[in-house]
Each structure stands twice: as structure tokens, then as C-alpha cells.
């Protein structure tokens, strides 16, 4: 227990923790349940081209979202790009300036122009009360994202994408297992791209899948992530490799059997997060919509500098010594980063909250890696540190170590 700054290892005290407390620390499911699978795979000699473990994996997916296609990809930077060229997606598509830069890189990459819209402040996700003032004749269609593991505005979006005639594209990659209003998070809009990278709820080491209703759109993209290749030597479209390997669905099946253990995990955390935080003033949890489920994979903090007296940036620096390793995601916001920040001939829409979000959002480490009794200690170090901000600050400057961006 922190009582005094002195005691925070940045300024000679003993860390909190012996070994660091990451965001992203991978869930895992029994070893031998993967290790079985593995040898079968490696027994059968068939490693990749849609083989039948990555069929398998697809197929139970599927039935958990109640979706018609799921299409296992190598990841969901690909699966996006796939989903955006297979949907004729061009000139202009509206998205979150406020997001991972994979959302707009992958329309970049796929020749469209991402124009950056601003997001709510409460829930972090594309605000459509923007929306509409950005659509121009050049706008082909918006990407939004299901950020945090929480639905963004689907219905407002929908209805806003059909009335305007656009077409409407997810990004899931937080959002395995989440729902709106009761419905599995897959089915909405033309198409879904979940992402099971190793820091995933769910994940297949690197890996992601799309999901639509679409038949004709799966097909696209089907054999968009397999070279545009159509019965086997017949090249039929544009494509790339954007194929799962067998052994990625192996640990995908594998982490699955335990999905609900991870859940429960995120859930026992989050709410030690809000009994140890949520009279601290200056530091707020992200509100989540009770009307629809979250695998509550990302414990999602805001700062107040003012009230505090010291900054989000502060504050992480002096964690990081305690081992405690939070992320600020996504600074500084899409539009800040290159190559869109130099870019002139791009729209450039004002974005107050992304730019406020970017500067006071800071997520912090959950899943199963970390237990309640981290959480708690992690939450010990941080109230401390939000509570004698104005301290904190006053002994950063003395040691003369604060530098704006880490
Ligand atoms: N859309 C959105 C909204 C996204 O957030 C993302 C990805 C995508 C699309 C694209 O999805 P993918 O193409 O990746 O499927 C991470 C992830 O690399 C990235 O997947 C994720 N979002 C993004 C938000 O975060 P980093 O750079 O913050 O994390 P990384 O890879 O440095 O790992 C964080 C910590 O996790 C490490 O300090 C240690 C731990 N770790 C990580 C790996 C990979 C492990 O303990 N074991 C591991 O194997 O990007």
C-alpha cells in the first residue's frame, strides 16, 4: 500500500508488482486441448487452404452469432480491407478518428479516403449526429466500430446508411461475444470484421473473421482472401492471402472451450475496478449501455487533469514503474497520425473529443492474467496517484522528467 509519493518506485520505493501487469496479456484455454489438435493437424499434413479445423472454427462461430457466413481470416487489418474492396467501398467512407489505426488504414490501402468524424463522448464510438453533415457525393459508405466491446449506435446508423443510400461496415475487433439489444454482435449492417489477435477476449495468436448475411458478398470475399482464386486455378478477382492456418483455428477452438471462464474473469475485474475507483474523483470508468452485453475486455479509465493536478501521461509514467502497464489507446487519434496528419488534400472535420479522449483515456490491464487482488493493488497505486496529483506533478517537475509524449 502506497501512502506516501516517495513510495512509488519512480522515486525509490519497491514496485508493486514483481513482474509487469499487461493490457493484453493473452487468454488461453488447456494446453492440452490444443496440443492434440496440433497433432492431429500435423498428422494430417493439411496445414492451411481452408482445411478442416479452420471450417470447423468458422462453423461454430457462426452458430454462436446466429450469422449465416463467418470467413476465418490471418487477421482483422486484412479482413477489412478484403470486406471494403468486396463491397465496391470508394471516394470517401466515414469513420471514427477515435479508433485503432488498422480501421483507417485499411481503407487507405483499399484506395478509399477515410474522412474522420468525431465520436460521443460517453461511449467513445462514432457519434451520428456527425454523420451526416459529412456526407458528401463522393461518400460511399461508413465504417463504424464497435469499440471497447460495447455496440456503438447500430440503429441510428442503419437507419441514417439506408435513408442516405450507403453502405454500412462494422468493425468488431473488440467485440467478440457482445451483443445489441439481445442480438450477437455479426449480423449487422453489410458485413462484421472481428479481430482474434493474441490481446483479443478470444484469439487465435494472430487471426480475425467476417461475418455477413450477404451470400453474394461472402463469396467475394472468400475468394478475395484466397487470391481471387475460383475452383482452384481459375483467378476470377483481385485478391490477396488472407487465409487462417489450421493451427491458428486450433487455439481459436481451443480458447474457446474456456471463453466463458474469460468472461467471467473480465467481469469480476470490472467490477473491482469500479468498487476501488469509483469515488475518486477525477477519474471516471467508461459507461456501458445495460441494454446490451460486453465481454468487458478493455477496462477503459478518463482523466481530468484539472481536477487532478496532474496528467493521464503523468500518471501512466509513474505506474509503468510499478509495473503496472496501462495503454493509451489510440493516441493521438487517427487523424494525427501519418500518413493522414500531413496529408492535405484530406477532409479535416473537427474532432474535439477524439482530441480530448486521446489525451485523458487510458486502459488498464484486466483478463485472465489478472486477478482481482492485481486489480486492487493496481487501483491502490492509481488512487493515490489521482488523489495527491498536484504532489505528483510538483515532484516530476523537481526530478525534471516530464516529457509531454512517452
Ligand atoms: N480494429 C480495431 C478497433 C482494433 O483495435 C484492431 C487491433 C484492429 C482493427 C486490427 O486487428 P488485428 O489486425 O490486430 O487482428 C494491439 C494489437 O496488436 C491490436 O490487435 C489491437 N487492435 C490494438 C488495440 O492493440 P498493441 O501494440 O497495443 O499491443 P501489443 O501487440 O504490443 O501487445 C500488448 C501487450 O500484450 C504487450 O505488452 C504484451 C502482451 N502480449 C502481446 C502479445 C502479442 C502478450 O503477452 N503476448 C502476446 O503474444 O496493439
Known sequence: MKRH???FAFFGGAPAFSKPLVVGRPNLGEPKTFMAQAEAIMRSGILSNHGPTVR????VLAQRTGVLHCIATCNATVALEVVVRAMDLCGEVIVPSFTFIATAHALRRAGVTPVFCDVDPVTHCLDPRHVEALITARTSGVLAVNLWGQACAIDELTQLCQRRGIRLLFDSAHAFGCSFRGTP???FGDAEVFSFHATKVLNTGEGGCIMTRNDELAAR??????????????VAALGTNGKMQELAAALGLTNL??????VAANRANDEAYHRCLNSTRGVRLLTRDPANESNLHYVVLEFEEDEIGASRDEIMRVLASE????????????HAAEPYRSDRRMPRPLVPNTERLARNVLVMPTGMAASVADVETACDALRFLVENGAELRARLEKASVIKPAL
Open 257 to 262: 472451450e474456456r471463453y466463458d471462464d474469460f
Open 323 to 334: 509495473n503496472i502497464r496501462s495503454r493509451r489507446y489510440f493516441f493521438p487519434g487517427c
Open 221 to 234: 470475399c472468400a475468394r478475395m482472401i484466397n487470391f481471387g482464386l475460383e475452383d482452384g486455378d481459375t
Open 56 to 59: 470447423a472454427f468458422e462453423e
Open 5 to 7: 509519493i516517495s513510495d
Open 185 to 187: 454482435l455479426g449480423g
